[in-house]
């Protein structure tokens, strides 16, 4: 273990403030990244969902319109 | 050569496949990014000269190879795209645009935040970080070409054109801006070269570079098959996954 | 002879018409009609290969016109929605453009062609200053020194009065009698002769077979 | 197919004779950026001259990234791009002949009147040589790189800042080649290295852009 104690681990050597910043940067921008993706695979899923709800209307209006 | 595949199978085919790859990368990406980054962090020997700032390395260069990567395999994409018509390759090339465009601004920022301490200014333009920094403009100039069209089959053309034309000029690019640091050196700002590692430092490096890679290869995979399901919203495959999901 | 095969159209992750195939032999008139929205343009863009299909290929001379681009633009003379005039230039100028842009026969009198086409005493004004049912007929003129086989037009008759409606169809009568070939869109009902006149009616793709 | 390429040319000269704005419109625009680098910087001699390669050039940049909306803009809306497209004449060709009727437009006219504002900024006289020596090849291998851009984004409703987007990046290497040349010059040094370094890149843009600029039509255009 290079460092003493966990403390000591924090302080980074007197660097903490730009080592902890550069990971939780690195972080946050891997976070966003992952969250984006997983949000426009929702709102694919969802989009298609919706034509789908759209067509049974069409059907469902054309249907009616042919036995009246 | 691709056109023996029948362009109605090749899509439904290639997003199960993304599919069962997908786990396998995530497999390899998480351990070694743990032990790496644990090791890195915590058990590799303060540098002699610039104490623990240079653990910013762990991230800073992973990021910039995978930056360069990611912009190698989009070339690689949108050649095959362009010349061989090949739909999915001009898919690949718009998945894997933003996440390269991460990787680099994880690169710049690292770096920014690894010179302050060691130079005492938060941008210096050193030749590496401006490289960079005009990688990253290529990759936003890719990105906002291909939201900009509505029709996603000409987006994709049009960006792997862009790739295409970026990818001549990115070496030259490189070239003009290392020569063009070397002659305005201004103050003597120590060159921003790679300190020699130790073994027990570059280890927990490749581990991280590895990690790095296989979480590139996992989330192109991942958005290669959004932008499959975007692009074949109208088949009849994607309908019966959508409803299979709804029941499920 | 141009032909489509299996010809399947998708713009913007919307099926416009599936399967679609077509054979136009030469002296025909094949008038495209359909709804609005329903492709025509489309349809035409992909005839003229300014535009890529989902799948299926079109033929010219039995030969894909992807192959065989150059050769295959010889032969086709294409008017979209958009004259094509540039409005800077004079009528005489703008034919002068198209006589050397395409293969044309450049012994002919632009001004007597002018004529043809009712624009005598316009032909030195910048396009610019004449109406949009004028710059219209500068881009039909192309049709009196043309060589191209092929005729492509996009509603050909929009903003033009009857009687440049009437010559028009002549003209496009006796293109066909000389074994050229027509393919236009157009919504108004057209006098042609029965031997040479072939309709294809474009449907809205319905809803089940939306899905490819 | 030489005459092809005449023609197209003395057409698109001839048009644009038609209504100056367009012509004069990115003159005046370097003119002005140029002159409000003094105003902004005040008017030290020595300061002047250091920055005068790169004020100029910038400028130069920014006038030929302003004009490059007209290259096929105008074509695109009255539909004569398309027929361009629809000629048995190769599109590179013709496209080729667009981009150099659009550089004798714009870019010539600054490079006759960079001499002038170089007085502005007071840069040494043997520099002048240089400076246009620069211009005349530089711009070239700009508005080549810049029509790949504008014919990408020509279909496009809200294609201006895009464009800069695209465009600015691939220019970065001629930007400091042709700073370094006149500076140099400036400081009595021999810049041809760097003049030949320009020259190759106008050789590679003149024979691969072309094709790029087609490709990029046949996309933006279907």
Known sequence: MAFTSFSDFLAMGGYSFYVWLAYGVSLLSVITLISHSVLTRKKIFKQVAQ???????????????HNL | ???????????????????KL????????????????????AFAPADYQQGDSFRIIYIHVPAAMMAMAAYSTMAIAAFVGLVWQVRLAEMAVAATAPIGAVYTFIALFTGAAW??????AWWVWDARLTSELILLFVYMGIIALYNAFSDKVLAGRAASILTLVGVINLPIIHFSVVWWNTLHQGATITKFEQPSIATEMLIPLLMMIFSFATFLGFMILYRFRNELLQREQHRAWVVKLVQAKQRG | MLECKDLTCVREQRVLFKQLNLIVKPGEILHIEGPNGVGKSSLLALLTGLSSAYSGDVYWQQQKITAQRETYYQDLLYLGHKSGVKAELTALENCQGFQRLYSSQTDVDLYDVLLKVGLVGYEDIPAAQLSAGQQRRIALARMYFTECKLWILDEPFTSLDKEAIKSLETCLIKHAQQGGIVVLTTHQALSIPEANYKKLFLTKATVEEHYV | MFNVFIQVVRQDLLAAFRHQSAILNPIWFFIIVVTLFPLGLGTDPTLLSRIAPGVIWVAALLAALLSFERLFKDDYIDGSLEQMMLSPYPLAWLVSAKVLA???????????????????????????????????IGTPILSLLGAI????????????????????????????FSTMAVEAAASGQDYLGFVLLLAAMLVGAITLAPFAIAAALRVSIS
């Open chain 1, 51 to 65: 034509r789908l709800q759209r067509e049974k209307r069409i059907k469902a209006a054309n249907n009616r319109e």
């Open chain 2, 1 to 19: 050569m691709l056109k023996w595949l029948h362009p109605y199978a090749k899509a439904e085919h290639s997003y199960a496949l993304a599919g």
């Open chain 2, 22 to 41: 997908m786990p396998w990368f995530l497999i390899l990406t998480i351990p070694s990014f743990l032990v790496g980054i644990v090791w890195g962090l």
């Open chain 2, 115 to 120: 010179g302050k301490p060691m130079w005492g």
């Open chain 4, 102 to 136: 659009h550089w004798l437009l714009t870019s010539l006219p600054i490079l006759i009147i960079s001499p002038l504002l170089a007085i502005f900024l007071s840069l040494q006289i043997d520099a002048f040589y240089a400076l246009s020596l620069t211009l005349l």
């Open chain 4, 149 to 176: 851009g504008v014919a990408l984004t020509v279909g496009l409703r809200k294609g201006g800042i895009l464009l800069s987007l695209i465009m600015l990046p691939l220019s970065i290497p001629i930007l400091i």
